[in-house]
């Protein structure tokens, strides 16, 4: 199975500051990577697919990008909505694995 | 609108049975796999089984095997997961899932609500 590594588990920042969660997968993945904003109660939203394409509907500050085996999560500027968990969660073979989560808290 | 709506969740014994469906509506429901993924209390995400739009393929984590089963209706627009002999470990809300319709692509496009369910004597 893949296993999908993220971090940090949890950050601190400020509104307008530039965040970055990363994700590493324990064997290439190409670009088969997904990325997911949940807020406590809710169903996860998705932000990212194929590693850099935006999801319809997405703010432009979300952006992803990487390959292979590490990958990331920005946002440009830091919108009070935006702080929640963010998960990573590849799809190159069965099973489906997610990364552990970041929680992106008030500083 | 576009929407999935799981029921069926609850409270069920060890070694119990537990169905629960989701219901689709406002896209082609025949034209999408779909998706059951679960969160345990104060956990993760986990990845439970994938079903393919006609039925004929369906994917499974290992620790389900054999005790669950996912199916759909596409007359009715329903999907369905068959839980059995659970254990106090599938805890966890239960949520059904698009998956995006792009060839080779399995990201979770549109989720539903979610379902508890609970396992415990």
């Known amino acids: 199975d893949i296993q999908m590594t993220q971090s940090p588990s949890t950050l601190s920042a400020s509104v307008g500051d530039r965040v970055t969660i990363t994700c590493r997968a324990s064997?290439?993945?190409?670009?088969?990577l997904a990325w997911y904003q949940q807020k406590p109660g809710k169903a996860p939203k998705l932000l990212i697919y194929?590693?850099?394409n935006l999801e319809s509907g997405v703010p432009s500050r979300f952006s992803g990008s990487g390959s292979g085996t590490e990958f990331t999560l920005t946002i440009s500027s830091l919108q009070p909505d935006d702080f929640a968990t963010y998960y990573c969660?590849?799809?190159?073979?069965?099973?489906?694995?997610f990364g552990g989560g970041t929680k992106v808290e008030i500083k | 609108e576009v929407r999935l709506v799981e029921s069926g969740g609850g409270l069920v014994q060890p070694g119990g049975s537990l169905r629960f469906s989701c219901a689709a509506s406002?896209?082609?429901?025949?034209?999408?796999?779909m998706s059951w993924v679960r969160q345990a209390p104060g956990k993760g995400l986990e990845w439970v089984a994938n079903?393919?739009?006609?039925?004929?393929?369906?994917y499974y984590v290992d620790s389900v095997k054999g005790r669950f089963t996912i199916s759909r209706d596409n007359a009715k627009n329903s999907l369905y997961l068959q839980m059995n002999s659970l254990r106090a470990e599938d805890t966890a809300v239960y949520y059904c899932?698009?998956?995006?319709?792009?060839?080779?692509?399995?990201?979770?496009?549109?989720w539903g609500q979610g379902t508890m369910v609970t396992v415990s004597s």
């Open positions: 899932a698009r998956i995006i319709a792009a060839a080779g692509n399995y990201a979770f496009d549109m």
């Open positions: 406002g896209f082609t429901f025949s034209s999408y796999w």
């Open positions: 079903i393919k739009q006609d039925g004929s393929e369906k």
């Open positions: 064997q290439s993945i190409s670009s088969w």
């Open positions: 194929k590693a850099s």
């Open positions: 969660q590849h799809y190159n073979s069965y099973p489906l694995t």
